[in-house]
């Protein structure tokens, strides 16, 4: 393919898989670190890709409540599990970082920010629903009165190859929340899989880029036409659903619903879901003092509104109870994130429910939800 100018449109185009390794080679060349799903204990996560044989060729993932499980499959395609436990929240948003240092001098004391150094990285095999999830995160941290600079380090500098969807998992459900399975914004290119080869398109300058430096071929209407009927199709296949038709005051009204009492009492309150979800960003600030009481350092850490001390303010807990904190993060994410964001906190990707060591299903807690006010609208005489 001939050179194209950054700034140009660039149409899509057909990059065979025996000429995959020139795509990590332009990657490399315009300086990015490659990270894609590569296998690890069990799972898929985040890790370097150096060539293609570092992708889990092959393999398949299987989800459901509270069960992963990995399959190697004689299959060659390069992207046929869709996520493990990571979403793009940790490339962006730290678990745990110094944010500065405190030093304690003979007449005051300094401080001085601890900015990360943060290096140009290409996230391959990114999936719709955390597109979705990372557009959130900018809208809290880049984009209101006060960006997070920390944050915003790392996000500058993330080149993001995404991959649409074409099989599904058991707990999907982005085609409901209106996220997946194709990636429609967020992305500098994009590709669609098939055996033999996959379509490349690109959605910035920079992808423009990287393709003007591939060797692509033409792509048939007739081909494009085809992926948008898989697309369809995998949508389609997805049993899982959230009616958002309601939203958010349907949540509000059930404020003392019983069903929260039911499903505390199965949630052991673990924070799995907050740790996996690509969404949640709750966090506590903690100062670190050295034995000689001169240095103290200031980290943010991953916290969870789960978690027992979350909700304690002045010595008092306004959450004490697994009722009080399942309700807070349900209403918080279908609901009150709506007011607050314009937007829902959830992308369905699922990995709430495939995480939760007891299998709650939050499509299904919001089901049963929903039934309890039919239920009561039922036997309310007052009710028309």
Known sequence: ?????????????????????????????EGYRIKGPVLRAGTIGWGDISRVEDLPIGW???QEPGRYRLEHTPSNRLFDVLHGPDSLKRETFAPEETLLVIERKQKG???????????????????ACDLAGLKIQDRIFLNDR?????????????????????????TCFCASMGTGPKAQTGFD??????????????GSPQG????????????????????EARFLACAAQQTRRIDSSGLPETLYELHDSHQWETVAERCLACTNCTMVCPTCFCHTVEDNTDLSFTTTTRVRKWDSCFTQDHGCIHGKNFRPTIKDRYRMWLTHKLASWIDQFGTSGCVGCGRCLTWCPVGIDLTQEMQKLFDSIEQKNSHDPSTP
Not at 12 to 29: M, T
Not at 109 to 127: D, I, Q, W
Not at 190 to 198: A, C, R
Not at 209 to 225: G, K, W, Y
Request: one cysteine or more; aromatic letters at 6%; charged letters at 20%.
């Open 1 to 29: 393919m001939s050179a194209v100018p950054a700034s140009s449109p660039v149409p899509p185009g057909l990059l065979s898989k025996s000429d995959f390794p020139a795509l990590l080679v332009a990657l490399q060349a």
């Open 60 to 62: 398949q993932d299987y």
């Open 109 to 127: 004391f300094s401080t001085k920010p601890v900015l990360p150094s943060s290096e140009r990285t290409a996230m391959l095999g990114v999936r």
């Open 146 to 170: 006060f960006p997070d600079p920390y944050y915003k380090v790392r996000r500058d500098n993330l080149f993001l190859i995404a991959v649409h969807c074409t099989r599904t998992l058991e």
């Open 189 to 202: 290119l994009v590709l669609t899989e098939s055996n033999e080869d996959m379509v490349v398109q690109s």
């Open 208 to 227: 423009n880029t990287i393709m003007a430096a591939l060797p692509l071929s033409p792509v048939s209407e007739h081909r494009l036409n085809e992926d």
